[in-house]
């Protein structure tokens, strides 16, 4: 069912590159069907919405007015919840913020040795819409994960739209974004939930950054509105990789596989290790496992079309794996994982250890688990708080304090062909010689 692949195979590159393909990361017909949804939306506003939310969700609404959820029913969503899942919410909600509130700002200011005084002063954005799915499950995770940090960072406006096929609204989701703090949340899903978040309707507020994972055409719509609004990255499906050396009780390898297998077809559930006997112990175990879990042909799927047991020669070519794949998901499930952390450069989040299972991550750990994947984590980053701050930078200086700055800045504005450049430089100068004061 699951691929088995040995780095000493003279043909390993090709067959790693083919399994990390993903042919669904954006077809053309994608494309184009996202292009022609979010350009409905762009000219045709709420008219568009219900239109789409009809064709999409099966919810047949006169105005988009009825799409959006009252305020008064997340809190009624929260009651209906039995105590232990509304006390669950609220842990993962209290230590997500507390675990963000240490994310630094990043304000700075000092004084350079001519005298001038140079800074950043940061400060969160007016407005954030977050995309939560909601089309094969209901993430009430996502809601926190994505709504806490931005509110611990200061947005003072956050819009939710989700996904509600034939109406049915999820009271863990609603219950969600009343402990997260949402302003206003509507009923709205796909690409043209994306497209109404980046341009406003005359309904729906128009928002400066869109953050929170999607299919494919949210992806899509995001890469299309990008521009007119902020996004944080386009999300492939998830993904992990498993790095072990038998010390781990294969059960819980092959369950953090599971895990990750039945989220979606495209999921991607990887196991490196330099033991043979470790991959055929987990093996065995997910062989045991499969068949008692509710979304097993889901699982089948992903295992067989994308999952993987990679024998190496040693945990140090695992780790090479690892960074070539950057994946979203990172477990280093050996004795002494603190080892290789060093040799780790490549990854959404790293799980240290037997007992640092990913669903951890997934729901109550604190970070975020809104992270890079397809190999983006070679230069992205989770979403966090710096992801609802802007920058701004700050350049203070005096008449004594820019002398040595202005024949430079002059210079090179003469080289660059811009003269009023250069006279705004000498301008600020007495004493010069071309100075035409």
């Not at 094969?136 to 926190?144: D, F, G, K, N, R």
């Amino acid at each position: 069912m699951i691929r088995r692949l040995n780095t000493a195979d003279p043909q390993f590159d090709a067959q790693l590159d083919a399994l990390l393909a993903w042919e669904a990361r954006e077809s053309a017909e994608v494309a184009r069907t996202a292009a022609d949804i979010v350009a409905e939306v762009r000219v045709d506003g709420d008219v568009a919405l219900t239109r789409l939310t009809r064709r999409f969700d099966g919810l047949n609404v006169g105005r988009v007015t009825d799409l959006e959820v009252d305020p008064e029913e997340l809190g009624r969503s929260l009651e209906r919840l039995p105590a232990a899942d509304r006390d669950a919410l609220h842990v993962a909600a209290d230590r997500i913020r507390s675990y963000h509130e240490r994310q630094p700002r990043g304000d700075f200011s000092f004084t350079d040795d001519l005298g001038n005084v140079l800074g950043q002063r940061t400060m969160p954005l007016d407005s954030v819409g977050v995309y939560v799915p909601g089309g094969q499950a209901a993430y009430p995770s996502t809601v926190l994960m994505t709504v806490v940090p931005a509110r611990v960072a200061g947005v003072s406006k956050v819009v939710a739209t989700v996904p509600t096929p034939r109406g049915e609204r999820n009271d863990h989701v609603l219950a969600a974004m009343a402990i997260a703090g949402v302003d206003r949340v509507f009923t709205i899903g796909g690409a043209q939930a994306v497209a109404a978040l980046a341009y406003g309707t005359e309904t729906v507020p128009r928002v400066d950054k869109i953050v929170g994972p999607g299919g494919v055409f949210v992806a899509a719509a995001k890469r299309l509105v990008f521009g007119p609004a902020g996004i944080d990255l386009i999300a492939g499906p998830s993904e992990i990789l498993i790095v072990a050396d038998d010390s781990v009780e294969p059960r819980w390898t092959a369950l953090d596989m599971l895990s990750q297998a039945e989220h979606d077809a495209d999921a991607q559930a990887i196991l490196v290790s330099p033991r043979a006997r470790c991959l055929d112990r987990v093996e065995a175990a997910i062989d045991n496992l499969i068949d008692t879990l509710p979304r097993a042909q889901i699982v089948r799927q992903s295992l067989r079309e994308r999952g993987a047991l990679i024998e190496v020669r040693d945990l140090a070519e695992a780790c090479d794996i690892a960074n070539r794949i950057a994946p979203e998901h990172l477990h280093l499930a050996v004795a002494d994982p603190e080892a290789l952390l060093p040799s780790v450069r490549h990854a959404g989040a790293i799980f240290l250890g037997a007992h640092a299972s990913e669903v951890f991550g997934d729901y109550v750990a604190g970070p975020s688990h809104v992270l890079p994947t397809f190999g983006t984590a070679r230069y992205a980053s989770p979403l966090g708080v710096p992801d609802f701050l802007k920058r701004t930078s700050i350049i203070s200086g005096r008449e004594s304090s820019v002398q040595g700055l202005a024949r430079i800045a002059a210079n090179i504005a003469d080289a660059e062909g811009l003269a009023a450049h250069g006279l705004a430089a000498r301008a600020r100068v007495a004493g010069y010689d071309d100075n035409e004061r």
